[in-house]
């Protein structure tokens, strides 16, 4: 009883050890498509546009800084457009990845993409990790700042993609997609190692009251 006491009170305490993050990677595009940032142990990918058309540097200003932008985001979803970056662990240690933020607002010609999602390769990017929409009346900032529950292993690789559609065809291409200020956290270590620590013990004791052995 007194173990099951000392595990329940350690989840309890999880918010507070864990609710710091640190940055894996982030891109301002200050100095191009390729990563501001990058946490040790980590490398990232660059920025990179499949089935729409990339447009770098672009005139449009960023949220401040310099933004990405793409063009061809016509019609209904298609989840073959999409910015796409990535990360991978390349220390030994895993990785509790636990959150992914961006800035992202639509621009002229025409409404330019009305809709957007955030998808990720945790489940085969099968499920939105975001979808929302784009005001083409103010061209505002939308801030999406999603959080995460991913081990990434050690050698593993997580890919994130950024879709938007929604366009009219004012001239062919459609108006712009702009995305700024991309990151990605991580709870910092010792807090991860701490988090599947008590997972563990959770665990264990779980399949002792399970297998009958009695508690002490």
């Given at each position: 009883?007194?173990?099951?006491?000392?595990?329940?009170?350690?989840?309890?305490?999880?918010?507070?050890?864990?609710?710091?993050?640190?940055?894996?990677?982030?891109?301002?595009?200050?100095?191009?498509?390729?990563?501001?940032?990058?946490?040790?142990?980590?490398?990232?990918?660059?920025?990179?546009?499949?089935?729409?058309?990339?447009?770098?540097?672009?005139?449009?200003?960023?949220?401040?800084?310099?933004?990405?932008?793409?063009?061809?985001?016509?019609?209904?979803?298609?989840?073959?457009?999409?910015?796409?970056?990535?990360?991978?662990?390349?220390?030994?240690?895993?990785?509790?990845?636990?959150?992914?933020?961006?800035?992202?607002?639509?621009?002229?010609?025409?409404?330019?993409?009305?809709e957007f999602a955030?998808t990720s390769s945790?489940?085969?990017?099968?499920?939105?990790?975001?979808?929302?929409?784009?005001?083409?009346?103010?061209?505002?900032?939308?801030?999406?700042?999603?959080?995460?529950?991913?081990?990434?292993?050690?050698?593993?690789?997580?890919?994130?993609?950024?879709?938007?559609?929604?366009?009219?065809?004012?001239?062919?291409?459609?108006?712009?997609?702009?995305?700024?200020?991309?990151?990605?956290?991580?709870v910092p270590e010792?807090?991860?190692?701490?988090?599947?620590?008590?997972?563990?013990?959770?665990?264990?004791?779980?399949?002792?009251?399970?297998?009958?052995?009695?508690?002490?």
């Amino acid at each position: 009883m007194k173990r099951a006491f000392l595990v329940f009170t350690s989840l309890l305490l999880l918010p507070s050890v864990v609710s710091a993050s640190t940055v894996l990677a982030s891109y301002d595009f200050s100095d191009g498509l390729g990563p501001t940032s990058v946490g040790d142990g980590i490398s990232a990918s660059s920025v990179s546009v499949t089935g729409a058309t990339l447009i770098f540097p672009t005139l449009y200003s960023g949220n401040p800084s310099p933004a990405v932008a793409a063009r061809n985001w016509l019609g209904g979803r298609n989840d073959n457009r999409y910015y796409g970056f990535s990360i991978t662990n390349v220390s030994v240690a895993t990785v509790l990845v636990n959150g992914i933020s961006m800035d992202l607002r639509n621009e002229s010609p025409g409404i330019g993409p009305t809709e957007f999602a955030v998808t990720s390769s945790a489940d085969g990017f099968q499920t939105d990790l975001v979808v929302s929409s784009l005001d083409w009346t103010t061209r505002a900032w939308v801030h999406v700042d999603q959080e995460m529950n991913f081990l990434l292993g050690s050698g593993q690789t997580l890919e994130f993609r950024v879709t938007g559609w929604g366009a009219n065809s004012i001239p062919p291409q459609g108006g712009h997609l702009l995305m700024d200020n991309v990151a990605v956290t991580a709870v910092p270590e010792p807090a991860s190692h701490l988090v599947m620590a008590w997972l563990a013990i959770g665990g264990l004791l779980l399949r002792r009251r399970i297998g009958c052995v009695p508690w002490r």
